[in-house]
């Protein structure tokens, strides 16, 4: 005697209660629309991002840029090295033994601009009393 639960040999039918060939059609037909819809929504989701992504795009490319500063042998500032005085003072000349144009303190930061040895060209920044200038009278 064969049980609800049991499968006859060289069949290809089921043999549970309420079992049915049309169930599996449905169920399949069922997979397959599932199916479908899941592609309509990698499809909409794919359209979405790609409208985001265009839409990044526009804005980075809207952004005005800042051009690079430059020094002016023409190198980006963020490669240019800088050093300090460790001397407690140090002369400025125009050239390598030339002519003194000023004394730096311990401490001083500077651009090297060039290294020669035992020299290097270098610029310095930092504010004077006006006064003190041909700009003074206006």
């Known amino acids: 005697m064969v049980t609800a639960k049991e499968k006859p040999q060289g069949t290809g039918t089921d043999c549970t209660p309420g079992h049915h060939e049309e169930d599996d059609v449905k169920i399949t037909r069922w997979e397959n629309e599932r199916s479908r819809e899941a592609n309509k929504s990698n499809l909409l989701l794919m359209g979405t991002l790609g409208v985001i992504l265009v839409v990044l795009v526009v804005v980075y490319l809207s952004v005005p840029r800042v051009p690079t500063q430059r020094s002016p042998e ?3 500032l963020a490669t240019i090295p ?7 003072r140090e002369n400025l000349r125009l050239s390598p033994n030339g002519t003194k144009v000023g004394e730096l303190v311990e401490g001083a930061e500077l651009e090297v601009l060039e290294d020669r040895g035992a020299w290097v060209r270098v610029r310095l920044e930092g504010w004077i009393w006006k006064a003190s200038t041909s700009l003074s009278g206006g």
């Open 74 to 76: 023409g190198l980006p």
């Open 82 to 88: 800088t050093a300090s005085i460790t001397a407690t």
